[in-house]
């Protein structure tokens, strides 16, 4: 009860603050949608306020950020929930999809020597390599994490070992890392089945089903990595919560990373927000499940955003394709 009361005054006293609203829009495409900047609960088919999402998040143990990763307005969402959750009273630890297991040295050392600004982490960690979006457009999570002085997790598979899955399966991770993310025993098939129909969905129908499967697996492997690093996050004594920044497909509560963590730890509270660019062509955002496969949004909340570009993915992967002789028919 005196949990409920001190959050509840939390939310009255930051809901009206100066400085305490979201940050303005710096992506330009459809800003003036019907649905920009504003939150669906899929559960309760209902809007919701950004306090309501704050206070939803304030008493989870496992907050997971799902971002489009070329969208910089995403990015600073997430940043700004991180400093209310801090301004709450939570210390979690960022868990990123984005740096690898082996480079949390890195990320460490450079901590050790520059604790006061993130602003050349992305030269320590060679991110113009990663084939991630420009480092300015991350940095703003990063900085929250700096001022707050929160544990930054590499949360990801190194790359070797992923093309190590992906040629071997999950017998490439070693025994008791198999045993500990239970990947021992093969997936239900029905959730095979719907994340073969995904990845499918992803190489936009351009590659036969069944040369996917191996993508299935690695799919499979990144998703449990991430939950295993989301509860040691969560377990470690100067936390007391993890939030993972990830892509959407990676914190979707149905099939990917809040499966298995709740599999690695059931008495978890979870919560998933996904950020998700909308599209002129609908207001009813019940109807972008369909760009999940799903039947329903599978997140605890969506938060619609302008869009960062109209690029045509699938125009791209199909000349890339057809530049190596490698378009099929499915």
């Known amino acids: 009860m005196f949990r409920i009361i001190i959050l509840a005054v939390w939310l009255f006293m930051t809901g009206s603050a100066a400085g305490a609203a979201p940050p303005a829009w710096t992506t330009t495409l459809s800003p003036d949608h019907p649905l920009v900047g504003r939150i669906w609960s899929p559960d309760t088919s209902a809007f919701v306020s950004d306090g309501t999402l704050l206070e939803a998040l304030s008493a989870a143990d496992l907050v997971y950020l799902g971002e489009k990763h070329d969208n910089p307005d995403h990015h600073r969402l997430q940043a700004w929930l991180l400093d209310r959750l801090v301004a709450a009273g939570k210390r979690p630890g960022i868990v990123l999809e984005m740096i690898e297991e082996d480079r949390q040295g890195t990320v460490d050392a450079y901590f050790a020597e520059n604790p006061g600004s993130a602003a050349a982490l992305g030269t320590a960690l060679r991110w113009d390599e990663s084939g991630w979006p420009d480092w300015r457009e991350y940095q703003p999570g990063f900085e929250s994490a700096f001022r707050h002085r929160l544990p930054i997790v590499a949360g990801s598979l190194p790359r070797g070992d992923i093309r190590n899955v992906g040629r071997k399966g999950v017998s490439a991770l070693p025994e008791n890392r198999r045993k500990r993310l239970a990947?021992?025993?093969?997936?239900?098939?029905?959730?095979?089945?719907?994340?073969?129909?995904?990845v499918t969905r992803g190489h936009c129908g351009l590659m036969p089903r069944e040369t996917l499967m191996p993508m299935v697996s690695v799919q499979r492997v990144r998703d449990a990595v991430l939950a295993d690093n989301?509860?040691?996050?969560?377990e470690t004594p100067d936390t007391d919560s993890a939030v993972l920044i990830a892509g959407s497909g990676h914190a979707r509560r149905d099939i990917a990373v809040p499966r298995v963590a709740a599999l690695l730890a059931p008495q978890a509270n979870t919560v998933t927000v996904s950020f998700i660019e909308v599209d002129d062509a609908s207001a009813d955002?019940?109807?972008?499940?369909?760009?999940?496969?799903?039947?329903?949004?599978?997140?605890?909340?969506?938060?619609?955003?302008?869009?960062?570009?109209?690029r045509d993915y699938c125009a791209e992967l199909r000349e890339r394709f057809s530049g190596h002789g490698k378009t099929r028919k499915p």
């Open 285 to 310: 955002p019940a109807a972008y499940a369909d760009n999940f496969a799903a039947e329903s949004l599978p997140f605890d909340y969506v938060w619609f955003t302008p869009r960062a570009n109209d």
């Open 183 to 198: 990947l021992d025993a093969p997936p239900p098939a029905a959730l095979q089945e719907v994340m073969l129909d995904i």
């Open 230 to 234: 989301m509860i040691r996050t969560l």
